[in-house]
């Protein structure tokens, strides 16, 4: 017997239903994860062509994918955004990933003890943040952390957290000051601390430089910062692609602590949460003075004399390093 007209054409629509489901529900092509923007805005066919470029879905898929969207749009519209595609992700896991999964989550680092000049061109170099600076924040006050954003945020918007960021951190750590600091306020706890950051990488020394940095206050010594100095012959830039000279220190600018008593009238850098709270919880010393010591740290001293001794060796192990010149 032969099955008649009506019967072929239902089992080649069952076929064709089974073939459309396995283009739908079987493994894609992508060989390992892989994040794609998705515009604002763009069309499920824009969608499909931009999944396929990727190697997220191949031709077939990418021409089923409109289609496959419009039969399963009670899910849920598809969103805009940066999503994470996992390797061999179906034509039905694009589309719940589209609909329904998180964004991503992008991170930027900004070290502690960068001047604001260098943290903004950090900003501008940052993939999928979107915008630029109307204004330049004052120095000092974004905090230094790992930032979360996703793609197409705005450079102000990140700006505005990280200010708030060091707003809250300064407030925390001025709540837990000690007791008869020579600091008159917050601000001064924060250009302090960014004397801190950028005069030692050593976290176990933070509060001690600290507290030689309140001994010379209390005495109305000056502060005799290098850092001071280099940010004050950069122009703002905190680098220097040279090592300091006499006639640096003896520029005239309100920055250069060896020409000016007491603290800069800005900060200097951008401090992290531990030079914050070096700053107004220092370590109990006597010592007055300190010079690096060739392994990355210092050298603290209670005198002039064992300073200049101590200055004398580490200037010997700069000419070493020289080749004796």
């Known amino acids: 017997m032969f099955a008649g007209p009506g019967l072929v054409a239902v089992a080649l629509g069952l076929a064709g239903w089974r073939a459309m489901l396995d283009v739908y529900r079987a493994p894609g092509p992508l060989a390992e994860e892989r994040a794609v923007v998705i515009p604002r805005g763009a069309r499920p066919a824009a969608i499909a062509e931009r999944l396929r470029d990727a190697g997220v879905l191949d031709h077939l898929r990418s021409l089923a994918f409109a289609p496959a969207a419009r039969l399963t749009d009670t899910a849920g519209p598809l969103r805009a955004g940066e999503y994470a595609f996992p390797a061999g992700v179906s034509l039905a896991g694009v589309l719940a990933i589209l609909?329904?999964?998180?964004?991503?989550?992008?991170?930027?680092?900004?070290?502690?003890?960068l001047t604001v000049a260098q943290i903004l061109a950090l900003l501008?170099?940052?993939?999928?943040?979107?915008?630029?600076?109307?204004?330049?924040?004052?120095?000092?006050?974004?905090?230094?952390?790992?930032w979360a954003y996703v793609w197409g945020d705005t450079r102000e918007s990140l700006i505005r957290r990280m200010r708030a960021g060091m707003d809250q951190a300064l407030a925390e750590a001025w709540a837990q000051r000690a007791e008869n600091l020579p600091l008159s306020s917050p601000r001064e706890a924060l250009i302090l601390a960014s004397i801190i950051e950028r005069e030692t990488g050593v976290a176990e020394e933070r509060a001690k430089v600290a507290g030689v940095f309140i001994n010379r206050l209390r005495r109305g010594m000056p502060l005799q910062s290098d850092a001071t100095v280099i940010y004050a012959v950069s122009g703002?830039?905190?680098?220097?692609?040279?090592?300091l000279t006499r006639s640096d220190l003896e520029?005239?600018?309100?920055?250069?602590?060896?020409?000016?008593?007491?603290?800069p009238p800005t900060p200097i850098a951008a401090p992290g949460r531990a030079s914050l709270v070096a700053a107004v919880r220092p370590a109990e010393t006597d010592a007055l003075y300190f010079v690096a010591d060739g392994t990355g740290g210092h050298v603290f001293s209670r005198t002039l004399?064992?300073?200049?001794?101590?200055?004398?060796?580490?200037r010997a192990i700069e000419r070493e390093r020289r080749g004796g010149h």
């Open 124 to 146: 501008e170099r940052a993939e999928g943040l979107t915008g630029t600076v109307s204004e330049v924040p004052p120095e000092g006050s974004l905090l230094p952390e790992t």
């Open 99 to 113: 609909r329904t999964a998180p964004v991503v989550q992008r991170r930027l680092t900004i070290p502690e003890g």
């Open 305 to 314: 004399e064992e300073h200049n001794r101590a200055v004398a060796r580490w």
């Open 236 to 243: 703002g830039l905190g680098v220097l692609d040279r090592p």
């Open 251 to 263: 520029t005239d600018h309100p920055h250069n602590t060896y020409r000016n008593r007491g603290l």
